[in-house]
């Protein structure tokens, strides 16, 4: 069988399957490094590029895909965030491409020298994606990523060091295990950080096991559920944080679809947070809040 025919039972299968089929394209795209385009216009020169070998790998991996439900990103190892090249695996969560734009709205809000040069913190780092992408925004400021999981540390550390140029800029991030601020006790951070950023588990508890298969069977648990109402760790994000942050110090979480008002009063209530801000995803989602400390 040539790659063309194995290719056209594989979109049939993956129609069967309710698999997107543009997931057969990028794990194709990812393991042989093809051009997309080649592949859209179905040139002769893939057939001849991929070899028997590479070919068989290729149906290995995607009958995963089709029996398991096994996420194409755990197939291939790895997943392109922004700029980055991350490694993953089933002990992280695979970064999506939503929570890239945390980084735009710390761009645009913490332009002062104080945020470029102070200490930030990344809670529940997971594969390492935040804390990475802020040190590349940041690179004279000092980065700290917390996790509870040490496989997920890891994995963080690798994609550190296969992300960040320490000769060209000193920079390295700090890696700490722990649950959430305990590292951070230990280090006497308080009142010193200029920014917490964070996408905590955020799903309430009864809605994880009924998330699609690829997302329940396979993706940590641990940084999925958030408690009977998926609100465990954002409130004691949003209870402990001030007593880490300088004044004016920036914090920011991802949350779920329908939290954000109940996530704007919770920073209300609190009474130590100014500016709070809710900010939508591509899809119009509101998908993050961020506010600063009075």
């Known amino acids: 069988m040539n790659f063309w025919e194995w290719y056209d039972r594989q979109i049939s299968a993956a129609k069967k399957h309710d698999v997107p089929i543009y997931e057969l394209d990028w794990l194709v795209l990812r393991l042989t490094c093809l051009d997309k385009l080649d592949l859209r216009l179905r040139s002769p020169n893939i057939a001849q590029k991929i070899t028997p070998e590479l070919l068989t790998k290729l149906d290995q991996l995607w009958q995963k895909r089709l029996s398991d439900r096994l996420p ?30 945390i980084i735009d709205i710390i761009a645009e809000h913490c332009q002062d020298a104080i945020y470029q040069n102070g200490i930030w913190v990344d809670l529940g780092t997971g594969s390492g994606a935040i804390a990475i992408a802020l040190a590349q925004h940041f690179p004279k400021a000092q980065i700290h990523a917390v996790d509870f999981s040490e496989s997920a540390l890891e994995i963080a550390k690798i994609n550190a060091n296969a992300n960040i140029n320490n000769q060209i800029n000193n920079q390295i991030i700090q890696f700490h295990h722990g649950s959430w601020f305990e590292p951070l006790a230990k280090l006497d951070l308080q009142n010193q950080l200029v920014g917490i950023v964070s996408n905590p588990p955020y799903i309430p508890s009864n809605e994880v096991l009924n998330l699609q298969p690829e997302v329940t069977n396979h993706e940590p648990h641990s940084a999925l559920d958030g408690g009977k109402d998926g609100l465990d760790d954002i409130r004691e994000l949003v209870n402990t944080a001030p007593a880490y942050l300088i004044a004016g110090g920036f914090w920011m979480i991802e949350m779920m679809q329908g ?10 209530t609190n009474g130590k947070y100014k500016n709070i801000q809710i900010h939508r995803d591509y899809s119009g989602i509101e998908r993050f809040i961020s506010a600063q400390i009075n």
């Open 259 to 268: 939290q954000a008002e109940t996530v704007r009063s919770l920073l209300q």
């Open 72 to 101: 194409v990103q755990y197939l291939a190892g790895s997943v392109t965030w922004r700029d980055l090249e991350l490694q993953v695996t089933p002990a992280v969560l695979i970064p999506r491409p939503e929570t890239e734009l």
